[in-house]
T-cell receptor
Framework: DSGVTQTPKHLITATGQRVTLRCSPRSGDLSVYWYQQSLDQGLQFLIQYYNGEERAKGNILERFSAQQFPDLHSELNLSSLELGDSALYFC??????????????FGNGTRLTVT | DQQVKQNSPSLSVQEGRISILNCDYTNSMFDYFLWYKKYPAEGPTFLISISSIKDKNEDGRFTVFLNKSAKHLSLHIVPSQPGDSAVYFCAASAMGGGTSYGKLTFGQGTILTVHP
């Protein structure tokens, strides 16, 4: 158990809809990361928050947004969903701002299916 | 543009033998490398890392080798055990990149199967 909790585990929704994925980091971790894993793809970095502030951004679509709340949990909002958004979405957390000597600990992911 | 590549989608090894997983990268700014292991229905789990100032790091049965000139790293597992069967991801980070912070760039993964 990594200590990172993601909910829900599975989500099935229709195109055009909006969903929210939630992540609770490990106790004491200040950084939260979101990654997307599509079929046969590696994990693609979306965004990082550190202590409530956005710190790094990857190839995150404009239809996607995220935030980290004062209690350090994070939410990833996906809107105007398309079939291609179907993927595993992982949240990870770490103690520090960088991954150096502060490995990322991943949750078990949320599997999103857009029909 | 795939900056981190794992060219072998799968690897099959006999229990007790050595498993060698390979990873190549193209971005010369990468200076910190990690291996993660992933079981089905679970998130990736950190395995071992290496900084670019080293060429080898060892942790029990796991050793990572880094060849900076070739932009290549490998993970050796000796001896391999059936419980090592999983997907292995190579990841890289550019620590000196200023705004990169904790961003990791992952390879596509290699499925390792260790047969009893």
């Amino acid at each position: 158990d990594s200590g990172v909790t993601q909910t829900p585990k599975h989500l099935i929704t229709a195109t055009g809809q909006r969903v929210t994925l939630r992540c609770s980091p490990r106790s004491g971790d200040l950084s939260v990361y979101w990654y997307q894993q599509s079929l046969d793809q590696g994990l693609q970095f979306l965004i990082q928050y550190y202590n409530g502030e956005e710190r790094a951004k990857g190839n995150i679509l404009e239809r996607f947004s995220a935030q980290q709340f004062p209690d350090l949990h994070s939410e990833l909002n996906l809107s105007s969903l398309e079939l291609g958004d179907s993927a595993l979405y992982f949240c990870a957390s770490s103690v520090g701002l960088s991954s150096y000597n502060s490995p990322l600990h991943f949750g078990n992911g949320t599997r999103l299916t857009v029909t | 543009d795939q900056q981190v590549k794992q060219n072998s989608p799968s690897l099959s090894v006999q229990e007790g033998r050595i498993s060698i997983l390979n990873c190549d990268y193209t971005n010369s700014m990468f200076d910190y490398f990690l291996w993660y292991k992933k079981y089905p229905a679970e998130g990736p789990t950190f395995l071992i890392s290496i900084s670019s100032i080293k060429d080898k790091n060892e942790d029990g049965r796991f050793t990572v080798f880094l060849n900076k000139s070739a932009k290549h790293l490998s993970l050796h597992i000796v001896p391999s055990q059936p419980g090592d069967s999983a997907v292995y991801f190579c990841a890289a980070s550019a620590m000196g990149g200023g705004t990169s912070y904790g961003k990791l760039t992952f390879g596509q993964g290699t499925i390792l199967t260790v047969h009893p």
